[in-house]
C-alpha cells in the first residue's frame, strides 16, 4: 500500500473522529440516537462504528456515554449542581439511570466523586 494514502487516510479518520466529538460535546444534553449521529456526521452506521472503534474500545453510543460522564464528573467537581439536576443537563432519562451509567464507567456512585 502507499504511506501517503494511508497518512491521508489516518488524517481523514482523525479528522471524522474530531468533528465525531465536537458534535457530541455540543450535544451532551441530548439524547441522540445511532440514526442521528450518522445523519450529523454524513457517515453510514458501519462506518461511524468503525471510526470510534479505531479509537475506543467501544461503539459510538458508549462513546457519547462517556463524554457526558466526563461531563459529570466536571461538574460534581466544579460546580454547585445536585445530581439530579447533572443528570438532566446530561440528558439522562432519570437519576437512576445516570447512576447506573456513572457508576459502570467510573466505578463510583457520582455521590462519591463529589465526597
Same mark, same amino acid.
Do not use: C, D, H
Given at each position: 500500500?502507499?504511506?501517503?494514502?494511508?497518512?491521508?487516510?489516518? =488524517?481523514?479518520? &482523525?479528522?471524522?473522529?474530531?468533528?465525531? %466529538?465536537?458534535? $457530541?460535546?455540543?450535544? @451532551?444534553? =441530548?439524547?441522540?440516537? @445511532?440514526?442521528?449521529?450518522? #445523519?450529523?456526521?454524513?457517515?453510514?452506521?458501519?462506518? @461511524?462504528?468503525? $471510526?470510534?472503534?479505531?479509537?475506543?474500545?467501544?461503539?459510538?453510543? #458508549?462513546?457519547? =456515554?462517556?463524554?457526558?460522564?466526563?461531563? #459529570?464528573?466536571?461538574?460534581?467537581?466544579?460546580?454547585? @449542581?445536585?445530581?439530579?439536576?447533572?443528570?438532566? $443537563?446530561?440528558?439522562?432519562?432519570?437519576? %437512576?439511570?445516570?447512576n447506573r451509567v456513572f457508576k459502570s464507567l467510573t466505578?463510583?456512585?457520582?455521590?462519591?466523586? &463529589?465526597?
Amino acid at each position: 500500500a502507499n504511506p501517503s494514502v494511508a497518512s491521508n487516510q489516518e =488524517q481523514l479518520y &482523525r479528522q471524522q473522529m474530531e468533528a465525531l %466529538t465536537a458534535y $457530541l460535546t455540543a450535544n @451532551l444534553g =441530548q439524547n441522540l440516537s @445511532l440514526k442521528e449521529m450518522e #445523519a450529523a456526521m454524513g457517515l453510514s452506521e458501519s462506518s @461511524l462504528r468503525r $471510526l470510534v472503534r479505531k479509537y475506543k474500545s467501544w461503539g459510538p453510543v #458508549a462513546y457519547f =456515554q462517556e463524554l457526558k460522564i466526563r461531563e #459529570a464528573k466536571r461538574l460534581i467537581r466544579e460546580s454547585s @449542581l445536585n445530581m439530579t439536576e447533572i443528570s438532566e $443537563l446530561l440528558g439522562f432519562s432519570s437519576q %437512576t439511570y445516570f447512576n447506573r451509567v456513572f457508576k459502570s464507567l467510573t466505578g463510583k456512585r457520582p455521590s462519591e466523586i &463529589r465526597e
